[in-house]
């Protein structure tokens, strides 16, 4: 070993992993469409009677939270696999 030789060890059972950063943001729309999923369910069917809003406005908004979240779902599955057949012609 001279003076400038430098020793490198690596470690055996190291693993070494890398993510995508666009699979950060697949997976917080995956999350933000089923938290719209969950909160147009809980206004629909379980929004409590002592906070005093009006029927049709709850159904109203409960209905589209629901439809939301199934667009953002659709709509990032449609781009999840566009992106998916780009890779595969790379």
Known sequence: MGLYSI???????AVTATMDPSKIFVYFGYA???VFLVLGV???FFFPEEIHLPGKFRVMFG????LYSVYRF???RIKQ???????QFE
């Open 7 to 13: 020793q490198i060890q690596t470690e055996r059972w």
């Open 74 to 76: 659709i709509s990032l």
């Open 63 to 66: 209905v589209v939270l629901l």
């Open 32 to 34: 933000m469409s089923g």
């Open 81 to 87: 696999r566009q992106a998916d057949e780009e890779h």
């Open 42 to 44: 809980y206004v629909l």
